[in-house]
């Protein structure tokens, strides 16, 4: 009986490979090739490594001079010096924020202060700033702050076109359109929210319209920072009270409680700005609080005597799904009328460290002399 094709074809292949085998050159082994009878270390192999967390450099309130009613302070060669010293730590950040202290404005009138006021501070920063802050690296900045409306309507207005021109991604002038805004970096969406202590924008004090707000930032973002200008203010306000704080008459928010609300709700990272000095850092629920940034580059307006003077840069690395990883604190301080001025003495350092322990014990990050910090 003849074979059928597919057996022929099966059986002409099997003698095929036992041929090419049979004539192989014969493979040495490793106890062959060196004589010794352990065997070499087999390779590692080499993983693909991809980073999928994300850098912020973030730092406190800013205002690099101001014409305001009553005096006119700018700083040498029109600013362009100022900032020069920190433009490679935020600009090497994925992204860089900060909190943006009066309104961007030529001209202009305020409601603010009654005429022949002395005691009452309207400020205005000349637009032409805004470059310097571009040139620094700055990708976003809250509009969210007790100074942002000096000038009204019309200074907001001026600040956001201003800021829109140069690219500069802003948070919290209103509480609506321009509560958040969503910033793009490594594939990702960040959202960022400026929250205050007055009713023109997102409140510190209303907790359910937070909530709601953080609800609808992680339906539009991947990741979600919320930053608030909220707390008393000098250097006796350095600690973090678990209740609401008081500026005069003016509530400025249980901040705690309004931090690890938000964190509740879906906020990742926690940004605090408004008290002029250095307060600790928290992590709760595995994210980052900082309760104040500090004064950062303020000339000529603001008191920067003692702790007052003393910023820094918090570089602040999170995962890809919100959870801190690490940070650095760049210490820096504000001399003469301000700006600032990296400091090898690392005073800020050791100050916020304090401060962390003191209010937040277990739940404070480890911060090492060197400014880094973890869990």
Do not use: W
């Not at 597919?6 to 090419?20: D, W």
């Not at 009878?37 to 973030?58: F, R, Y």
């Not at 920063?125 to 805004?130: A, I, L, Q, S």
């Not at 409306?149 to 019309?154: L, Q, R, S």
Request: with cysteine; charged share 20%; glycine share 10%.
């Amino acid at each position: 009986m003849s074979k059928p094709p597919n057996f022929i074809l099966i059986s002409i292949l099997a003698i095929g490979f036992f041929l090419s085998v049979s004539c192989a050159p014969k493979t040495v082994s490793s106890e062959e090739r060196t004589g010794s009878t352990t065997p070499l270390p087999t390779p590692t192999p080499v993983k693909a490594t991809s980073d999928d967390s994300l850098t912020i450099a973030a730092v406190g309130d800013i205002m690099l001079g101001s014409t305001s009613i009553n005096d006119t302070f700018l700083p040498p060669n029109d600013g362009a010096d100022m900032l020069k010293e920190v433009t490679p730590i935020l600009s090497a950040a994925d992204i860089a924020f900060g909190n943006l202290e009066g309104p961007m404005l030529e001209g202009g009138k305020t409601e603010k202060c009654p005429p022949g006021s002395t005691r009452c501070f309207a400020f205005r920063v000349p637009t032409r700033y805004g470059k310097l802050l571009k040139d620094a690296g700055f990708d976003i900045l809250s509009l969210a702050n007790n100074h942002a409306a000096d000038f009204g309507d019309e200074g907001r207005e001026s600040t956001r076109k201003t800021l829109d021109a140069l690219g500069i991604k802003h948070a919290g002038s209103d509480k609506g359109q321009f509560a958040m805004t969503v910033v793009e970096s490594k594939g990702k969406r960040i959202a960022f929210i400026g929250f205050a202590h007055n009713n023109l924008v997102p409140n510190v004090n209303d907790l359910v319209f937070a909530k709601q707000l953080v609800g609808q930032a992680n339906k539009k973002a991947d990741l979600v920072v919320v930053s608030f200008h909220g707390g008393a203010e000098g250097v006796a306000a350095q600690r973090v009270p678990q209740t609401t704080e008081m500026l005069g008459t003016e509530k400025r928010g249980n901040l705690p409680l309004f931090a690890r609300t938000v964190i509740d709700a879906g906020a990742d990272l926690v940004l605090g700005h408004g008290p002029h000095v250095l307060r600790g850092m928290e992590i709760y629920k595995d994210r980052l609080i900082a309760y104040s940034m500090g004064n950062f580059a303020t000339y000529g307006m603001f008191n920067l005597k003692a702790e007052t003077g003393l910023t820094a840069i918090f570089e602040i690395k999170i995962a890809a799904d919100g959870k801190f990883l690490s940070g650095r604190l760049h210490a820096a301080k504000q001399l003469g009328r301000g700006g600032p001025t990296l400091d090898k003495t690392g005073e800020a350092i050791r100050k916020v460290r304090e401060l962390s322990i003191a209010d937040f014990a277990g739940n404070a990050p480890k911060i090492a002399d060197d400014g880094s910090f973890t869990k």
